[in-house]
């Protein structure tokens, strides 16, 4: 019995422990004056011991275009996806980080105001982690010059100095 | 249209305003509230001595009134509400046509005029107030920006700014009358610009749009909101910057000398208490949040993806290209019932013909409601179309045409995008001739967009003003406003050759 608390509360130390070891991401948002950036900050868990550096690394990346797709929370005025977009992969090519998104992106309002600051959002994202400098995105699985109607270049990938 | 339902009885009503004793025929009681008829001489008379211009068609839903501020009020035939610039506000009632006549609030119309009213005995005597204070609507829908706090006293001026030369540099001296906060902010080489608002104040006099010597450019001063005036300086270089409260108001004085490294905002206050404080730079400069310098970028000197390409030379440098957003299968963003690839074309033609008759060659990359590449194209062809119309020819520069839009009626405004260094100096003279057109500049801002991106030559797109706005989407279907949009552009296009000579 003594010895069963003893490894539950050694478990729980130990869990304890790998907790605080998990980093933080920074997730930006475009605010509704079309350019300036709001960052929110989130806490990743940390790497599992069957997880290499690499593979952590793109699950990090992941989560973190995940959430720069679907925004920051409700009440903060951002300017967001078209609803419905998501990440349906991503993966890390050296530097460059290769998202597909969901055919739902297409649906923009129309103009560049909207189309500017969702890119740049989810392009500062990525590249706030360590090694990514570069977003290249796919739309369902395609490479596309624009979106349709759209204004930016999406077949070569985006850095922080095109905005 | 709503009929207006509580009786409606004819009444007269004597304003004063200033001098002037006007007496208003076109007025009726609505609701226990006056309402003027906006073909009422009196009231065409009142709009004309406060410089507010009004403008209404037959058939059309908004009544806009542009102030002297200038700021644009939009009501709304058969809606309680309208639009004070950015904010929307509860009218008294909606307004309502009569006879063919919109008759509007007259209260809210003093108010949005910047004007007080008072009685005395039977006649309204109207005078300046202070600057617009809106109470925002309850539960408006439209997630709208809060509305601008109200400014304190409404009396602090901005009487003058002067720019003096001394052996460092320059020292622009701006005189403010009474107390005011301020907030500057620059941006980072090689946009090189740096302005300074201060606020709850009010511009005495028109704004200054004038070119200045070195270490400067060029200086702009004006009514930025309805209680701040900006004074906007487009600098050689990073030049250093020092902003110091004086007796006089504010001093910037702008040294010769480049600065390696230089806070990017700051802020303080002038009059009563004088102060020059900081503020966190990175969460109110619009400039990015600094991250280490990511490895591997690529050309990346000067934050431009790649360096200017100053190897260009016109073959046709009497040649302008001009690119109607969207248009055949592409109908651009639709609001209302209008389409963006139609108000493109029609600006293009506008712009086209003006810069004819100025001696220029225009080439359109159309002149119809049809794909530049081929029916149903995708957007590569497309694009690289109109790309090649101008590289091809070897134009002088091009200048896209489009209409901007957002989900929510929030956004307005004017604003161009350039890609290249070299687009910078193309759009800052266009950007100055529409910074009066009618709704706010947005600015210039940098963006990897194809058209200005691939072209040779010295590009902007220009997003008009946004079709989801209503103030803007009764400029955008206004012909009129077209046409002065198109001088506009024209102007712009006029001072950037003049002032960039091809060698």
Known sequence: MLLLIVAAAGWYWFSHQQQQRGGTIALYFTKQDGSSLGKMLVSMRPRRADESASEYRANLARYAAVQAVAGPPNDVAAIRFPPGTHVRSLTLDGPVANVDLSAEVERQAGGSFAETGEFKALVFTLTAIPGIDGVQVTVDGNRVSTLPGGHLELDQPLHRADW | ?503
Request: overall charge negative.
């Open chain 2, 1 to 503: 249209m709503l009929a207006p339902r509580p009786a409606v009885a004819d009444s007269s009503l004597t304003i004063s305003y200033g001098r002037q004793t006007l007496r208003l025929t076109h007025a009726v009681t609505y609701s226990g509230h006056s309402a003027v008829g906006i073909a009422d001489p009196a009231f065409v008379a009142l709009l004309r001595a406060t410089g507010a211009l009004l403008s209404w068609k037959t058939g059309q839903r908004y009544v806009l009134i542009t102030t002297s501020t200038p700021t644009i009020v939009s009501f709304a035939l058969g809606s309680p509400r309208y639009d004070l610039g950015p904010t929307t506000v509860q009218a008294q009632f909606a307004p309502f046509e009569r006879g063919g006549e919109p008759y509007l609030p007259f209260d809210d119309v003093v108010r949005a005029l910047g004007l007080a009213a008072h009685r005395e005995g039977g006649t309204v005597v109207l005078a300046a107030g202070a600057p617009n204070a809106p109470e925002p609507a309850q539960a408006s829908p439209t997630p709208e920006p809060l509305p601008p706090s109200p400014a304190p006293s409404g009396a602090t001026m901005v009487t003058g700014v002067d720019v003096t030369s001394s052996d460092q540099g320059l020292t622009v001296a701006v005189a403010i009358s009474g107390d005011a906060t301020y907030e500057w902010h620059r941006l980072r080489d090689p946009d090189n610009r740096f302005w300074v608002d201060i606020k709850g104040a009010t511009l005495q006099g028109p704004p200054i749009e004038q070119n200045e010597p070195a270490p400067l450019v060029s200086m702009r001063v004006r009514q930025d909101e309805p209680d701040v005036v900006r004074i906007a300086l487009t600098l050689e270089g990073p030049k250093g910057i020092a902003v110091e409260p004086s007796t006089t108001g504010l001093g910037i004085v702008v040294s010769s000398q480049d600065v390696a490294e230089a806070p990017r905002a700051g802020n303080g206050s002038v009059g009563s208490v004088v102060s020059e404080g900081q503020i966190a730079t990175a969460a109110v400069t619009p400039a990015p949040v600094e991250e280490p310098a990511q490895p591997g970028s690529g050309a990346e000197e000067n934050g431009w993806k790649f360096g200017p390409r100053s190897g260009y030379v016109p073959t046709n440098p009497r040649l302008i290209v001009l690119d109607p957003g969207h248009g055949g299968s592409d109908r651009g963003t639709i609001h209302g019932g209008v389409a963006e690839a139609e108000l493109t074309l029609d600006m293009a033609k506008r712009l086209r013909d003006i810069l004819v008759a100025e001696g220029w060659q225009v080439k359109l990359t159309r002149s119809s409601d049809v794909d530049v590449y081929a029916p149903n194209d995708s957007a590569h062809d497309e694009l690289q179309a109109r790309v090649d119309v101008a590289n091809r020819a070897g134009a002088r520069c091009f200048v896209s045409i489009h209409a901007n839009a957002f989900i929510n009626a929030g956004p307005y405004g004017t604003t161009l995008y350039v890609s290249k260094p070299e687009d910078y100096a193309l759009a800052h003279s266009i950007e100055g001739r529409l910074a009066d057109d009618g709704t706010k500049d947005d600015g210039i801002i940098k963006a990897h967009y194809y058209v200005t991106f691939h072209t040779k030559m010295p590009a902007v797109l220009i997003e008009t003003a946004f079709l989801s706005n209503p103030s803007d989407y009764a400029l955008l279907t206004s012909p009129e406003w077209r046409q002065k949009v198109a001088q506009e552009i024209a102007d712009g296009i006029e001072r950037y050759a003049r002032d960039n000579p091809v060698r």
